[in-house]
Nanobody, 125 residues
Framework: QVQLVESGGGSVQAGGSLRLSCVASGYTYSGHYMGWFRQAPGKEREGVAAIYTRGTTTYYRNSVRGRFTISQDKAKNTLYLQMNRPKPEDTAIYYC??????????????????WGQGTQVTVSS
């Protein structure tokens, strides 16, 4: 049974930094992608970033590229999202995900098979 547990959410001022962590258990790193999604109030869930579990290929949504960095420590079964210079519009519940599908030709159609419970991130101006 795959379990994804996020931590590190909270309140941060715009321009600051925050790091989210996600510990995975029961998950086989079999050449798939892991990633982060978010959902703001009244909006649909959207992909934020994804990383290939057997390499270094990464994908980002345009609005966070250059500010957020996704990384992984497979020895610790942990996925990270470093959020630098966050903006109020980054406020959302952030979800860790496994077996992510990130169709490059269809932005906004990202999805995943496994989900964490989510962690709230609030960015104040």
């Amino acid at each position: 049974q795959v379990q994804l547990v996020e931590s590190g959410g909270g309140s941060v001022q715009a321009g600051g930094s925050l790091r989210l962590s996600c510990v995975a258990s029961g998950y086989t790193y079999s050449g798939h992608y892991m990633g982060w999604f978010r959902q703001a109030p009244g909006k649909e869930r959207e992909g934020v970033a994804a990383i290939y579990t057997r390499g270094t290929t990464t994908y980002y949504r345009n609005s966070v590229r250059g500010r957020f960095t996704i990384s992984q420590d497979k020895a610790k079964n942990t996925l990270y999202l470093q959020m630098n210079r966050p903006k109020p519009e980054d406020t959302a519940i952030y979800y860790c995900a496994a077996d992510v599908v990130w169709p490059l030709t269809r932005p906004g159609q990202e999805t995943a098979d496994y989900w964490g419970q989510g962690t709230q991130v609030t960015v104040s101006s």
